[in-house]
Protein backbone atom coordinates (compact mmCIF):
# COMPACT_ATOMS: atom_id res chain seq x y z
CA UNK A 1 0.00 0.00 0.00
CA UNK A 2 1.45 3.51 -0.74
CA UNK A 3 1.54 5.90 1.84
CA UNK A 4 -0.27 9.23 1.26
CA UNK A 5 1.64 12.53 1.32
CA UNK A 6 -0.45 15.35 2.88
CA UNK A 7 0.35 18.99 2.07
CA UNK A 8 1.59 20.82 4.86
CA UNK A 9 0.34 23.87 6.30
CA UNK A 10 2.86 24.85 8.29
CA UNK A 11 6.08 24.24 6.85
CA UNK A 12 9.52 24.77 8.18
CA UNK A 13 11.00 27.38 7.53
CA UNK A 14 14.44 28.81 7.96
CA UNK A 15 15.86 31.64 9.92
CA UNK A 16 16.70 33.15 7.27
CA UNK A 17 14.00 33.36 4.65
CA UNK A 18 12.22 35.12 7.98
CA UNK A 19 11.79 38.83 7.28
CA UNK A 20 11.46 41.34 10.06
CA UNK A 21 7.72 43.65 10.15
CA UNK A 22 8.78 46.94 8.80
CA UNK A 23 9.73 49.46 11.35
CA UNK A 24 6.81 51.71 13.19
CA UNK A 25 6.27 55.29 11.38
CA UNK A 26 7.15 57.45 14.03
CA UNK A 27 5.00 61.14 13.92
CA UNK A 28 7.19 63.69 12.79
CA UNK A 29 5.56 65.89 15.43
CA UNK A 30 5.47 66.42 19.07
CA UNK A 31 2.37 67.22 20.56
CA UNK A 32 3.60 69.75 23.21
CA UNK A 33 2.83 73.63 23.82
CA UNK A 34 3.84 75.80 20.95
CA UNK A 35 3.64 73.22 18.18
CA UNK A 36 2.18 74.83 15.29
CA UNK A 37 -0.24 73.47 12.68
CA UNK A 38 -2.49 75.26 9.51
CA UNK A 39 -5.89 74.51 9.60
CA UNK A 40 -6.43 72.32 6.45
CA UNK A 41 -9.71 71.59 4.74
CA UNK A 42 -12.97 69.37 6.91
CA UNK A 43 -12.73 65.82 5.82
CA UNK A 44 -16.73 66.35 5.20
CA UNK A 45 -19.00 69.29 5.16
CA UNK A 46 -17.74 70.11 9.08
CA UNK A 47 -14.76 69.55 10.74
CA UNK A 48 -14.47 65.74 12.60
CA UNK A 49 -11.59 66.28 15.35
CA UNK A 50 -11.74 69.89 15.59
CA UNK A 51 -14.11 71.11 18.25
CA UNK A 52 -15.22 75.02 19.53
CA UNK A 53 -16.20 73.06 22.77
CA UNK A 54 -15.27 70.29 24.80
CA UNK A 55 -18.64 68.85 25.20
CA UNK A 56 -20.04 67.89 21.79
CA UNK A 57 -23.79 69.03 23.17
CA UNK A 58 -22.71 72.45 23.85
CA UNK A 59 -21.21 73.38 20.73
CA UNK A 60 -22.06 77.35 20.18
CA UNK A 61 -23.30 76.90 16.43
CA UNK A 62 -25.77 74.02 15.51
CA UNK A 63 -23.42 72.94 12.30
CA UNK A 64 -20.18 72.72 14.45
CA UNK A 65 -17.41 74.97 13.04
CA UNK A 66 -17.45 76.63 9.77
CA UNK A 67 -14.55 75.73 7.49
CA UNK A 68 -15.01 78.77 5.70
CA UNK A 69 -13.92 80.92 8.20
CA UNK A 70 -10.59 78.63 9.69
CA UNK A 71 -9.19 77.21 6.58
CA UNK A 72 -5.74 78.45 5.97
CA UNK A 73 -4.82 79.94 9.30
CA UNK A 74 -1.88 78.96 11.51
CA UNK A 75 -2.89 77.58 15.21
CA UNK A 76 -0.51 76.94 18.15
CA UNK A 77 -1.40 74.57 20.78
CA UNK A 78 -1.37 76.23 23.74
CA UNK A 79 -2.82 73.91 26.22
CA UNK A 80 -3.23 69.91 26.46
CA UNK A 81 -5.88 68.41 28.46
CA UNK A 82 -5.52 64.69 29.26
CA UNK A 83 -9.42 63.17 29.46
CA UNK A 84 -10.60 60.51 31.83
CA UNK A 85 -10.08 57.62 29.27
CA UNK A 86 -6.32 58.56 28.44
CA UNK A 87 -7.50 60.47 25.21
CA UNK A 88 -5.16 63.99 24.64
CA UNK A 89 -7.83 67.10 23.82
CA UNK A 90 -5.20 69.96 22.20
CA UNK A 91 -6.50 74.10 22.83
CA UNK A 92 -5.30 75.38 19.97
CA UNK A 93 -5.18 79.21 19.61
CA UNK A 94 -4.43 81.61 16.39
CA UNK A 95 -0.50 82.61 16.08
CA UNK A 96 -1.61 86.01 15.36
CA UNK A 97 -4.00 86.40 18.75
CA UNK A 98 -7.27 87.15 17.17
CA UNK A 99 -10.15 85.56 17.30
CA UNK A 100 -11.40 82.31 14.66
CA UNK A 101 -15.14 84.26 14.58
CA UNK A 102 -17.48 85.63 16.82
CA UNK A 103 -15.06 86.29 19.37
CA UNK A 104 -14.13 82.19 19.33
CA UNK A 105 -10.37 82.52 20.55
CA UNK A 106 -10.29 79.24 21.07
CA UNK A 107 -10.64 75.44 19.39
CA UNK A 108 -10.06 72.23 20.87
CA UNK A 109 -8.70 69.54 18.34
CA UNK A 110 -7.84 65.72 18.32
CA UNK A 111 -4.42 66.04 17.00
CA UNK A 112 -3.35 62.62 15.96
CA UNK A 113 -6.94 61.80 13.90
CA UNK A 114 -6.77 65.87 12.70
CA UNK A 115 -3.20 65.24 11.32
CA UNK A 116 -4.36 61.90 9.67
CA UNK A 117 -7.86 63.50 8.18
CA UNK A 118 -5.00 66.16 6.63
CA UNK A 119 -7.70 69.03 8.76
CA UNK A 120 -4.52 69.96 10.79
CA UNK A 121 -1.03 70.03 8.50
CA UNK A 122 2.15 70.36 10.55
CA UNK A 123 4.36 73.15 10.23
Known amino acids: MKKRRYPSLFPKSSNEERTLPPPLKLNKYKIKLGTRFQ ?3 PVNQSYLYLRDSLLE ?7 GLLPNKLIGHVVVITGILKLANDEQTSILE ?4 KS ?5 SRIYADITNAVVAKELIVL
Open 39 to 41: IGN
Open 57 to 63: RESNSRR
Open 94 to 97: RDDK
Open 100 to 104: FFRGQ
